[in-house]
């Protein structure tokens, strides 16, 4: 059963920076083999993918993150990252890793002054 567990998220004011982490265990194949994403949560709101990297490298952003956000992964770990810099008001939200329909428990990432 693949677990996924994010930790990183806290309280900080607009224009500071954050680096979220997400470790995988439980997955059959090797943790390099997988595309792994981040989405978000806001409250009251849908969820709102934010970034994928895949097995190759290949990074993808959405527009409201991109130039801030930066997604990374070391396999060695089975870790995946997301460096959050530059953040906005509207970055308030709970963001989770995904691996396929898997996601973690989320952490939580509150932008405030």
């Known amino acids: 059963e693949v677990q996924l567990v994010e930790f990183g998220g806290g309280l900080v004011q607009p224009g500071e920076s954050l680096r979220l982490s997400c470790v995988a265990s439980?997955?059959?194949?090797?943790?390099?083999?997988?595309?792994m994403n981040w989405v978000r949560q806001a409250l009251g709101k849908g969820l709102e993918w934010v970034s994928t990297?895949?097995?190759?490298?290949?990074?993808y952003y959405s527009d409201s993150v991109k130039g801030r956000f930066t997604i990374s992964r070391d396999n060695a770990q089975n870790t995946v990252y997301l460096q959050l810099n530059s953040l906005k008001t509207e970055d308030t939200a709970m963001y989770y890793c995904?691996?396929?329909?898997?996601r973690g428990q989320g952490t939580q990432v509150t932008v405030s002054s």
């Open positions: 995904q691996m396929g329909a898997t």
């Open positions: 439980g997955f059959a194949s090797s943790f390099s083999a997988y595309s």
């Open positions: 990297i895949k097995p190759i490298g290949s990074t």
